[in-house]
């Protein structure tokens, strides 16, 4: 009887993890618009940080963009950081026609997601909402598409969700 309880009671250790990520993230983009990681179940979600002083992030974006128009399975949502105005943000969301949702961000709203230590750095989550890989420096469409070709063929094998967010993609 002991070990059975204790069986069950690991069991749903083990599965802690598994639910408490499913919840995912709740940010507010600068329309005002409620975005959670459920809303978007089937579609490959990247959250992409990033900041405008940083070259590299801007280099990124148009192929973020790209990205976004041109795939109906997928959702980005880019997270703007280190910012003293957020008119400024929205200036450069401007001048650089990002068509997908912007998100004001800061230590909290990354907490949501994962460690942030330099800028670019992307999560990209599977269509189940499962965390697939991160990438910390610059990321392009051709390197992302690769990237959810070659996990849809081979898709990890019954992994928690706190041991793939640690898989780094190069």
Excluded: H
């Excluded at 204790?6 to 083990?14: E, Q």
């Excluded at 976004?68 to 880019?78: A, F, L, P, Q, W």
């Excluded at 094998?157 to 967010?165: A, L």
């Amino acid at each position: 009887m002991i070990r059975r309880s204790l069986a069950v009671l690991f069991c749903l250790l083990l599965l802690l993890p598994i639910g408490a990520q499913a919840k995912g993230f709740t940010f507010t983009d600068t329309n005002g618009k409620k975005l959670t990681l459920s809303n978007f179940k089937g579609k490959w979600v990247l959250i992409n940080f990033w900041a405008t002083w940083c070259p590299p992030c801007l280099k990124e974006i148009p192929d973020l963009v790209s990205l976004y128009e041109s795939r109906k399975d997928v959702m980005v949502i880019g997270i703007a950081m280190d910012y003293r105005d957020p008119k400024t943000v929205l200036k450069y969301v401007k001048s650089m026609s990002i068509s997908y949702p912007v998100v004001l961000g800061d230590k909290k709203t990354a907490s949501q997601i994962g460690p942030v230590s330099m800028l670019p750095t992307t999560y990209v989550f599977d269509p189940d909402g499962n965390p697939a890989v991160y990438k910390v420096g610059l990321v392009s469409r051709e390197s992302l598409e690769e990237f959810m070709r070659e996990y849809s063929r081979n898709p990890p094998n019954q992994q928690r969700p706190s041991d793939t967010r640690q898989q780094k993609y190069r």
